[in-house]
């Protein structure tokens, strides 16, 4: 049996390798073990799953070792949205909740994300209680055929999402949104938001297309389900073939979101972030603390300096955000990857709200997005640009090469001088005021990531480069 870990966001691991019904079982058997710890299993534990290989299936066998610890389970009766699974956690009152799937890790991966009461990712001391309770075998493990656990009502199939969609209108205007005559491309990238853009502003004068809907597992026409380039290029394409006011893009899961703007140009996922926090400060006129990883972009801290609201940086991933997001009761958090959340709603990343909130920004200003990007640099007085390079690497080597980045001290890159070198969450160099690199390992996959933003394009890859040459790439 595999040693099961679980990194940035849940465990995800290669299906039929590692990631196996029985490995799957185990990991069941831990959070199982964690929700009695703290009180929460006679809360019961809502379980769902997204569009990948074999989902339903390890949903189910997830659901059956719940039942055979006695735990309640409400099973989604479909493929499921994780930010409806989330919320789904808070409108049963549920303990916590299991979430398969493997987000946008290529078609190969699936994966089991976790969610504590509040519907948010558990912190980094919880995850190591759960792997601490993960049985060495699965013959440790407690189960109860799905048949016998829903004849005696510890397992029920339900539809959540009736609760999720009552609750976002709540929270934006879908009235004003289905009429306001927009064309609009919708990308869910294959995944589990295919379909909820149509149900959710039909019946106006707003128009929608929706481009890889169905379910396929192989991920055609992409690398993988995740919403940055190459992988948006086709529907991007297909944004200036239509003549659409903008394209909406999900993530297989649909917990992050992509914009493309009404010339096929991809708007990066700091600029959305930036966007947002705009959106909500000067547009709706919120106030509240920003909650930022490491690998977000500085328009933020413009924005909390203009704006006079706290601005709070941690680690990447959830784990770290939703914590910070409840104690300081934020007004927007999120991370560089297009996973943001939002006050009022479950302290989760949420790609078809944040969707919505973008085009409620359209409407409520009358302007494209790229008018929208422009409006943001006027605000902020400069422009930001950012970049990042994934680069794939055998996990024998990550010793080698944390050590080579640990030694590098550089005092300058690309002849810009490093002010301060940040390891809260990977080696970040601070480079003054033209912006910040950023070295760090994936905690889902075996990559190693450089990003920076800077306020100068043509430095962009001269300090990738730079970044690429501190850890040996």
Not at 421 to 427: A, E, L
Request: proline letters at 5%.
């Amino acid at each position: 049996m595999v040693t099961i870990k679980f990194g940035t966001d849940g465990w995800r691991a290669r299906i039929a390798e590692d990631y196996t019904f029985d490995n799957v079982r185990r990991a069941a058997q831990g959070f199982a073990l964690y929700l009695k710890q703290h009180g929460l299993a006679e809360k019961g534990c809502v379980i769902g799953y997204d569009q990948r290989f074999q989902s339903e299936f390890f949903a189910q066998a997830a659901a059956e070792v719940l039942a055979g610890n006695g735990i309640a389970v409400w099973l989604t009766a479909h493929n499921t949205p994780t930010p409806v699974i989330s919320y789904a956690v808070v409108e049963r009152q549920a303990g916590g909740a299991i979430n398969i799937t493997a987000s946008h890790n290529p078609p190969t991966d699936n994966g089991f994300k976790v969610r504590d009461p509040e519907g948010g990712a558990i912190a980094p001391a919880g995850l190591k209680e759960i792997e601490a309770g993960i049985p060495a075998s699965v013959a440790d493990v407690q189960r109860l055929d799905l048949k016998s656990a829903q004849a005696q009502g510890l397992v029920t199939l339900w539809d959540p999402d009736p609760a999720y969609i009552a609750h976002i209108s709540k929270l934006v205007d879908l009235e004003r949104l289905r009429n306001a005559g927009l064309k609009i491309l919708v990308e869910p990238m294959w995944g589990n938001a295919a379909g909820w853009f149509q149900r959710l502003l039909c019946g106006g004068s707003t128009r929608i297309t929706e481009i890889h809907a169905e379910r396929n597992p192989f991920f055609p026409e992409m690398q993988r389900p995740e919403p940055i380039q190459p992988n948006v290029d086709v529907a991007l394409a297909k944004t200036v073939d239509l003549g659409a006011d903008v394209c909406l893009i999900t993530d297989g899961d649909a917990d992050r979101m992509g914009i493309g703007d009404e010339h096929g140009v991809f708007i990066d996922q700091l600029r959305v972030f930036g966007l947002l926090a705009y959106y909500f400060l000067e547009v709706r006129g919120e106030r509240g603390p920003i909650v930022k990883t490491l690998s977000s972009t500085q328009m933020l801290n413009q924005l909390g300096k203009l704006y006079g609201v706290p601005v709070h940086e941690t680690g990447v991933g959830f784990k770290y955000i939703a914590p910070k997001f409840l104690e300081v009761d934020g007004l927007i958090g999120g991370e560089e990857s297009g996973g943001y959340a939002f006050r009022g709603n479950v302290p989760e990343r949420d790609g078809i709200l944040g969707n919505l909130y973008f085009l409620d920004f359209m409407v409520r200003t009358g302007k494209t997005p790229s008018q929208l990007v422009e409006m943001l640099f006027e605000k902020l007085g400069q422009h930001y640009f950012y970049d990042r390079i994934d680069t794939r690497f055998p996990s024998e080597k990550r010793p080698e090469t944390l050590a080579r980045i640990q030694a590098a001290k550089p005092e300058t890159i690309a002849g810009i001088p490093v002010t301060q070198i940040v390891t809260v969450d990977g080696f970040k160099y601070e480079l003054g005021e033209v912006g910040w690199l950023l070295v760090r390992f994936s905690g889902t996959e075996p990559v190693i990531r450089v990003y920076c933003e800077l306020t100068d394009e043509s430095l962009i890859q001269p300090v990738l480069k730079g970044g690429l040459e501190i850890a040996g790439l």
